[in-house]
């Protein structure tokens, strides 16, 4: 394999570049990262896998599937087909069906979604060459700090002007982690990020539409497209993050934090340590969560009805208010972001499930008689970051009979604060993977994933994930 003999020089001054300190830190870091980050990663992957495979019937993923099926086979599985693809077309494929029913992890740094971007891309290329579980991890947490420390350089400021940080921020993550995989050096690295940059791009205008799930796909195909081509010789500058045309200029404000403090602590802690990676409950926007929860919560202790309700209201976040945009929403696209419909199905059903995302259940009757009694209000405008970066967020239930009952949820569920048990985690798991895997499979599937560690080829792992009927 080609490796690049450099990319173009930063212009003025001696300090390195974030390019340069971020590709010297992947090439070059040792894989001893220690048990805790291990296992979150290796809970990170079952996580996404489960949503992998939920997801790969979502008309999301099917479109993706149809797309590339003429563009030639290859030795990676895309999950729910018969057929193998190439690397970036895997990617591409698993990347949306990981995230097609957001089910799949968020992280707050980075407000994306890192596990869907970044696994299907190391999966597709560690299939290529039968790498070991161990390798796939170390590559994960290696992308997961990328992810955060560009996460905490660009945001909220890069967020609030509208990019989908999984799109964005994602593809570079999912490039590093690439690069990490393929065991290409330094100089080269600095280039597939180079790259990355060029291929970074997405809105948050089309939250509502099988385009916000493709952003995932594309970001882990853009970054195997990115670190394939710096490993065969492509070059970028080194400026494309932090010089005058680059990321943090262009793409963020002036009230962006930059990339000093963040790169200072590159691995010390590790991010996936530091911030962890929170795994949803529910298979819809993140920022639902803590509404659901305190719904309820509230539904248990008080025994609440439709009937004995006259109106919900949900003190949330205003950023918040912005991407939960649907307050009627037209299909189950629209609903995972209206908190209107999920709030209404929770007090029906006393759950949310990815059974409730559909279009005969988005049209269901006594769903819709509730969505005009719902309401979202936001909070107060804070004038520094949340402590642990989360505002308590308040459901208050207003009663036929003039009382008013409330719940404040303080940390949200799922969250390195409020983890998810072992034993939540793999009823997820199961319940994701019911519909797609014999028992059998499925369970031969879930103890690959618990010894991925001793796996000397993820071959012996993906050969168990679902292929088409």
Not at 70 to 87: I, K, L, Q, S
Request: glycine fraction near 8%; proline fraction near 5%.
């Amino acid at each position: 394999m080609a490796i690049s003999s450099g990319w173009h020089s930063r212009s003025g001054g001696s300090a390195l570049s974030a390019v340069t300190t971020l590709a010297r830190w992947v090439a070059e870091t040792s894989d001893d990262h220690g048990e805790n980050a291990y296992a979150r990663a290796r809970a990170g992957l079952i996580d996404t896998l489960a949503c992998l495979v939920a997801g790969a019937n979502d008309p999301a993923s099917i479109s993706v599937h149809n797309t590339i099926a003429e563009w030639g086979v290859g030795p990676a599985t895309v999950v729910g087909t018969d057929a193998g693809r190439p690397a970036p077309w895997a990617a591409l494929a698993n990347g949306t069906a990981a995230n097609a029913l957001d089910y799949d992890d968020y992280d707050v740094p980075a407000a994306s979604h890192p596990s869907a971007a970044i696994l299907p891309a190391l999966l597709a290329l560690g299939e290529e060459s039968g790498v070991s579980g161990r390798t796939l991890l170390d590559a994960y947490i290696i992308g997961i700090e990328v992810q955060m420390r560009l996460g905490e350089a660009l945001n909220m400021s890069h967020f609030d002007k509208g990019f989908h940080s999984t799109a964005t921020i994602g593809t570079l993550a999912s490039a590093a982690a690439c690069a990490r995989l393929l065991g290409i050096d330094a100089t080269a690295t600095g280039n597939a990020l180079a790259i990355a940059t060029s291929l970074a791009a997405g809105f948050k205008s089309q939250l509502g539409t099988t385009a916000i799930h493709l952003h995932t796909g594309l970001a882990a195909h853009n970054g195997v497209l990115a670190a394939g081509l710096a490993s065969a010789g492509a070059t970028g500058s080194s400026e494309t993050l932090d010089g005058e045309w680059g990321v943090l200029r262009l793409l963020a404000d002036v009230d962006a934090p930059g990339f000093d403090r963040p790169l200072a602590k590159l691995g010390n802690p590790l991010a996936i340590e530091e911030f962890g990676l929170c795994v949803k409950p529910y298979p819809c926007c993140s920022y639902a969560t803590a509404s659901i929860d305190a719904l309820l919560a509230l539904r248990a202790d008080y025994d609440l009805v439709p009937e004995e309700i006259t109106g919900i209201t949900a003190t949330i976040p205003a950023r918040n208010i912005e991407v939960l945009k649907f307050p009627k929403p037209a299909d189950e696209l629209e609903a995972r972001f209206s908190l209107e419909y999920c709030l209404a199905v929770a007090l029906l059903n006393g759950e949310v499930v990815v059974d409730d995302f559909t279009p005969t259940a988005v049209l269901h009757e006594p769903v819709r008689a509730l969505l005009s009694r719902i309401h979202m209000e936001a909070l107060p405008e804070l004038t520094g970051p949340p402590s642990g970066g989360f505002e308590p967020e308040t459901v208050t239930v207003d009663l036929a009979d003039g009382r008013s009952v409330a719940r404040t949820i303080s940390e949200v569920r799922g969250s390195s604060a409020l983890p998810l048990t072992e034993a939540e985690l793999m009823e997820k798991f199961d319940s994701c993977v019911a519909g797609s895997l014999s028992k059998k499979t499925a369970e031969l599937l879930k103890q690959s994933l618990l010894g991925i560690d001793t796996l000397d080829d993820i071959r012996d792992l993906t050969r168990h994930l679902p292929t088409g009927s």
